[in-house]
């Protein structure tokens, strides 16, 4: 990359990071703000100062915030620009000259939210230096699909293993958002694909992403049915469903996938060469022992619901397996309002051969908010040398989700590696909670993800292939937003800790009072008793088009989430949990995030496979992977041991989250541990004792605590870590098809009265129905060719419900 050319120089420029104040000068290039220091004018006065100087580069791409604070001068006041940016670093500019401090502002903003395209980013412009050893390595080689397939035991010139290699979306006509290359079972043929693509989003169909390699079990993921409210169905969707549920099975028995054939299978688990890890097997390593979170889930997932053929009274085992689930990320009631623009989740009724179970994992427009009130607790950073503010923290419930993104992925994992069962997981389009889930499940389950050629391909296999939106999830493009004008500082009032970054309190002042008038007016809309779910519900299943050509070109706030970010985090948590069993550091984690936002290679533009490839991304940009394996002792774990054995613990094959020990990724957020876990970590220092204390005195809570552990709880008021107990599991509840339920009652667990279980739905679920049911009922809206998954017409993780036309379309309008 040639020298950049400073479009801009600002010269006695004061920086302000974490309130400590440093003076240097300002240099602007087309992609970078660069700050020196000491400044020209101290070097020119004192030449030894020279040798302490240095610069520091901020990429203009990972800007999430500007405000521009003029100050007239007779305020005595310098104008400052306070940026915050996507790493979470915070950095004020104060000016002695008004008119620069404008000057860099219009500058800064005309390269990133003004550029018009995407060709225009530093990605296209970057090279490494030619002798640098960046230079030598192509990074775009590292994934082949093909190869990953092959690795996993499925090529055209292997035995079959239940499933092929299909080329039906070579040119990406089939499935414009999947992957050029899919792997579905072999017994399906590619005509039986094309009919079911018409009942599946964005034809984006059940297919393959993993195969364990001790069981042959299997993880699939898709998007959400074409079901509505008329509860449509597809034979073809069933019989690939079905088919991904006993491919395995079939390689082995010689059997068909079709369900019908299910009976004459035996009630065994597929072979193994390796360690039984069945829960109840004597090879189940000790420390894998269960909680009580965990053990519900299980339970629940293993409730009663055997079946059996008709005519030959033969157990039916669909796959061999007794617990092969289909896994909706979603709340369930998110799932029923999608059925009023004609999705929404499986009928289990057809479904036979599997259960069906509901995370409460929230969509994007929650994750934004959440990450935004952590932004809101640390956004002092720059003038402020003190801590974060911890109730912000605990308001914005990050953890909560963190948590339950790996519990929801850990049941998963759990399902395949443990209990020999299959799984699909789907969420709305398939691309955000689905790849969270998929991809940490199999982090949970095969080493070699855990390794940094592995890593890296588990994201551009599960996150670039399959369709995540990084440019619309990350705002590469950046928005006119981001950037504002604090016209109150004319007054001459300088900017201090607390205050708002940038926006006037007049215009504060009137959102909150709008939000007060319609949190009012919701509440009193709403029944007695129902969920809080059901605002996220209606967000979740509002109608919009997808964003066409000219549209992708540029960022749409609605569309910002920090998914990836949270895939990063929950990753962190398992580095963190079991330190040597990753070759990565945390320090390849924070530095993944940040190329991420900062488009310096081509690796994440685009939103898909078919777009970086129709923009030629591998002759045209660097990979972000070029990058990190020629500097790998920068990102290799010390403490990494590459040793597999189930019998030795601390080396087994399965690595699980400890869900009561999720902490916050202080490095990411630019904190010390003990700013943002000081409290966390002292209660659970404090749990720790009381528990050691109990268990050397045989005192149990049942029998009342003495004294003496008493005190040590009353004299920590710190929250607990942030746990998920039985009654906060990520699992919402369990659905199966109703005919075949036992005859005995089914009682759901009490922190699943307000799930979509099949003892019946709740009176929340049953509300929304009603107004749902209220809409006008068209070929147009709720099915047919007006939901066709191949023209993609629906974004399911926004979308708005047009219900201008009735009462009750009004009346559900006012719940969101």
């Not at 990605?123 to 960046?134: I, Q, T």
């Not at 992403?209 to 034979?235: D, E």
């Not at 069933?238 to 079709?258: M, Q």
């Not at 890296?456 to 504002?484: A, N, Y």
Request: glycine share 6%; charged share 25%.
């Amino acid at each position: 990359m040639a020298a950049p050319q400073h479009k801009h120089y600002y010269s006695n420029v004061q920086a302000l990071r974490g309130g400590k104040p440093e003076q240097g000068d300002i240099a602007l290039t087309d992609y970078h703000l660069v700050f020196r220091f000491p400044p020209e004018s101290a070097v020119a006065s004192d030449p030894k100062a020279k040798k302490h100087t240095k610069q520091v580069w901020f990429a203009f791409h990972i800007i999430s915030h500007c405000a521009l604070r003029p100050t007239p001068p007779s305020s005595g006041i310098p104008s400052s620009m306070r940026l915050r940016f996507r790493d979470f670093t915070f950095v004020s500019f104060n000016f002695t000259d008004d008119k620069q401090a404008r000057d860099a502002f219009e500058f800064i903003r005309s390269k990133t939210c003004r550029l018009g395209s995407v060709d225009k980013l530093l990605a296209f412009n970057y090279s490494p230096p030619s002798n640098s050893l960046e230079s030598k390595i192509n990074g775009w080689d590292l994934y082949d699909a093909r190869a990953e397939f092959r690795r996993q035991g499925i090529s055209e010139k292997s035995a079959d293993l239940g499933w092929r290699i299909t080329n039906i979306n070579k040119d990406y006509a089939f499935s414009p958002t999947y992957p050029a290359v899919l792997a579905v079972p072999s017994k399906i043929s590619d005509n039986t694909l094309k009919y079911a693509a018409n009942f599946r989003s964005r034809a984006r169909i059940p297919t393959l992403t993993y195969i364990h390699p001790i069981n042959n079990c299997t993880i699939t993921r898709s998007s959400q049915p074409f079901v509505g409210l008329r509860m449509k169905r597809s034979i073809q969707d069933e019989k690939l469903v079905g088919a991904c549920f006993s491919a395995a099975t079939d390689f082995l028995d010689g059997t068909s996938p079709s369900p019908a054939n299910a009976s004459t299978q035996a009630d065994h688990s597929p072979s193994s060469s390796h360690v039984d890890l069945s829960a109840d097997s004597p090879d189940f390593p000790s420390d894998m022992s269960l909680s009580d979170t965990e053990r519900m889930e299980d339970d629940l997932i293993a409730a009663p619901n055997v079946m059996y053929d008709e005519k030959t009274g033969k157990r039916l085992i669909y796959g061999a397996q007794q617990h092969n689930l289909i896994v909706d990320a979603r709340p369930a009631i998110n799932s029923y309002a999608m059925q009023a623009i004609g999705m929404g989740s499986e009928n289990m009724d057809y479904y036979k051969y599997a259960k069906k179970v509901f995370l409460n994992i929230d969509n994007i427009h929650v994750m934004r908010d959440s990450l935004d009130k952590v932004i809101s607790a640390i956004k002092d950073a720059d003038i402020s040398p003190f801590p974060p503010n911890r109730d912000l923290l605990l308001k914005s419930k990050w953890l909560k989700h963190i948590a339950g993104i790996l519990d929801g992925s850990a049941i998963i994992a759990r399902q395949v590696g443990i209990q020999h069962s299959h799984a699909l997981i789907h969420c709305s389009d398939g691309w955000d909670r689905t790849s969270q889930l998929c991809a940490l499940s199999q982090l949970m389950l095969d080493p070699y993800y855990r390794t940094l050629e592995g890593f890296i391909v588990l994201v551009e296999k599960d996150w670039l292939s399959f369709g995540h939106m990084f440019q619309l999830r990350s705002g590469h493009m950046s928005h006119e937003s981001w950037f504002t004008v604090d016209n109150d500082a004319l007054a001459g009032s300088a900017v201090r800790p607390g205050e708002n970054d940038g926006r006037g309190d007049v215009v504060e002042n009137v959102m909150a009072s709008a939000k007060r008038f319609w949190s009012k007016n919701v509440a009193n809309d709403k029944e007695a008793g129902s969920d809080q779910e059901e605002g996220a519900a209606v967000d979740e299943a509002k109608q919009a088009t997808a964003p066409n050509a000219a549209e992708e070109q540029t960022t749409r706030l609605r569309d910002v989430s920090p998914v990836f970010h949270q895939f990063l985090d929950a990753t962190y948590q398992l580095l963190r949990q079991h330190p040597n069993r990753f070759e990565f550091n945390e320090r390849f984690l924070r530095r993944l995030l940040y190329h991420v936002y900062s488009c310096q290679y081509g690796t994440f533009l685009y939103n898909n496979e078919r777009q970086r490839h129709e923009a030629n991304l591998r002759e045209r940009t660097r990979s972000v992977w070029g990058y990190f394996l020629s500097r790998r002792p920068e990102f290799t774990n010390d403490q990494y041991d590459p040793t597999i054995d189930d019998h030795t613990k601390g080396r087994e094959r399965l690595i699980f989250p400890r869900l009561g020990d999720v902490r916050w990724w202080h490095q990411v957020f630019n904190r010390t541990d003990d700013e943002m876990n000081g409290e966390l970590n002292a209660s659970a220092a404090t749990a720790e004792r009381v528990a050691a204390y109990q268990a050397s005195t045989g005192f149990s809570e049942s029998s009342g605590i003495p004294s003496e552990a008493a005190s040590l709880v009353s004299t920590s008021p710190s929250p607990q870590p942030p746990a998920l107990t039985s009654s906060q599991s990520v699992l919402a509840g369990v659905e199966t098809a109703h005919a075949a339920l036992t005859p005995e009652a089914r009682v759901s667990p009490p922190s699943l009265n307000k799930s979509a279980s099949t003892g019946g739905m709740p009176a929340a679920l049953g509300a929304l129905q009603d107004k749902i049911s209220g809409l006008a009922i068209t070929k147009g809206v709720f099915g047919g060719h007006a939901n066709n998954a191949s023209t993609g017409r629906h974004d399911a993780d926004d979308v708005e419900v047009d219900t201008s036309v009735t009462a009750a379309g009004q009346e559900m309008k006012s719940m969101g």
